[in-house]
């Protein structure tokens, strides 16, 4: 997320060809690296909750998350009203986290099912029905969102399903037993560690540093 984030800024300030992170290789990679956001928050929701809902660590977690989302909202209203995110990542994996409970006690299979499912909602789903502003977060919409950052409940909710699915057929087969009995150690490990306990403020904040500090070197060397 980071080095996207940085590509971002450099093409912002003009040391990269306007529409590098909107095309090709950048275009792809973004939407991989939100994928795995998904993807491993639903492995995340299934190790806290697997075994039956914690209902106030759950509302927790749900209020940082949210918390954020408003955080994001309000800076980039405050930047850009025409494109401000309403509906980014974070806001997806809030609501995508609260349908994953759905799913924590059904089979592995109806989960998978049900994420190829999201994933193929938008292609056979989308209806003027759904052009409101107050269901576009569903991702139905038969028109573009102009937004810095849109990530709707579809598709975007299949990669978490698939992330709980995984988990299941994981702890089934033992995977996660053995990583408990033989945990990863050293320096790597740890900080891999650290950030994964305090990704959310890893990803608030790691933006803003690095556009600062592409705008303090434009600064010195002068804008691209």
Do not use: C, N
């Not at 809030?94 to 799913?103: E, I, K, N, P, T």
């Not at 399903?161 to 050293?186: N, W, Y």
């Not at 650290?194 to 990704?199: E, Q, V």
């Amino acid at each position: 997320m980071a080095s996207f984030h940085l590509t971002f800024d450099l093409e912002f300030f003009g040391f990269l060809p306007a529409g590098t992170t909107t095309t090709g290789f950048f275009w792809v990679y973004a939407r991989a690296i939100a994928a795995t956001f998904f993807f491993l928050a639903g492995v995340s929701l299934w190790l806290g909750h697997g075994g039956g809902i914690r209902w106030r660590a759950f509302g927790r977690r749900l209020a940082m998350i949210l918390g954020g989302a408003a955080l994001v909202s309000a800076a980039t209203y405050a930047a850009d009203p025409s494109t401000f995110v309403f509906f980014g990542i974070l806001h997806s994996i809030a609501a995508a986290s609260v349908a994953g409970l759905l799913f924590l006690r059904l089979p592995a299979a109806v989960t998978l099912a049900a994420a190829l499912a999201a994933y193929a909602a938008p292609q056979f789903l989308r209806t003027g029905a759904f052009d409101t502003p107050w269901l576009a977060w569903l991702g139905l919409t038969t028109y573009g969102i102009r937004s810095v950052d849109f990530e709707p409940f579809l598709p975007w909710v299949a990669p978490l399903l698939a992330g709980i699915a995984t988990a299941k057929i994981a702890a089934r087969s033992g995977l996660f037993a053995a990583l408990r009995r033989h945990p990863p150690s050293g320096a790597i490990a740890r900080a891999l560690g650290w950030a994964g306990r305090h990704s959310l403020a890893v990803y608030l904040v790691h933006q803003p540093v690095l556009m600062a500090l592409v705008w303090a070197f434009t600064r010195i060397v002068g804008a691209g």
